[in-house]
């Protein structure tokens, strides 16, 4: 069988691909300062899933744990859009027959609120160990005040 010069030419080549992989110590971390005044609660949410799982670095592993840490200020003062206010509902279960409890946006928000923020995060994150740990990253206060000032936190608009 004939060979053509297109075949010669590829085994000339030296063709490498390498899949990085970092060791924990490689891995730059940094801290990032989030202010949610006034940004839409679901939208804050999946880009400070995405900087705590370290989908934004070229060294993304969905196995590691290459994101970075997040500072959330003013999480009461975030929005959503529509009627949500009114109608989004919160549940959860007692594991007994008839223990299904629900609470609508406005009374989780006066009752704790962070929990919110808190949710929508957490939903976001990988399911499993990994998303555990990965949730210990961020830090949300209802105010503008945070005890992570000798972190210096860069402040990032999302």
């Not at 804050?44 to 290459?66: C, D, M």
């Not at 970075?68 to 594991?95: L, M």
């Amino acid at each position: 069988m004939a060979r053509g010069p297109f075949v010669e030419q590829i085994k000339e080549r030296t063709f490498e691909m390498k899949t990085l992989f970092l060791k924990p110590a490689q891995v730059e971390r940094k801290w990032w300062l989030v202010d949610a005044e006034g940004q839409v609660l679901g939208r804050l949410a999946s880009r400070v899933a995405i900087l705590l799982r370290g989908k934004h670095k070229p060294g993304f592993a969905p196995n590691a744990e290459t994101g970075d840490w997040v500072v959330i200020v003013n999480a009461e003062k975030a929005v959503v859009t529509g009627k949500k206010s009114r109608d989004k509902i919160y549940y959860r279960h007692s594991g007994y027959p008839g223990g299904l409890r629900t609470i609508n946006y406005e009374k989780v928000l006066v009752r704790k609120p962070t929990f919110p923020m808190e949710q929508a995060i957490k939903r976001m994150l990988p399911k499993g160990p990994l998303g555990r740990k990965l949730f210990t990253n961020v830090k949300i206060y209802a105010g503008p005040r945070h005890p992570h000032a000798a972190q210096k936190p860069e402040k990032i608009e999302l």
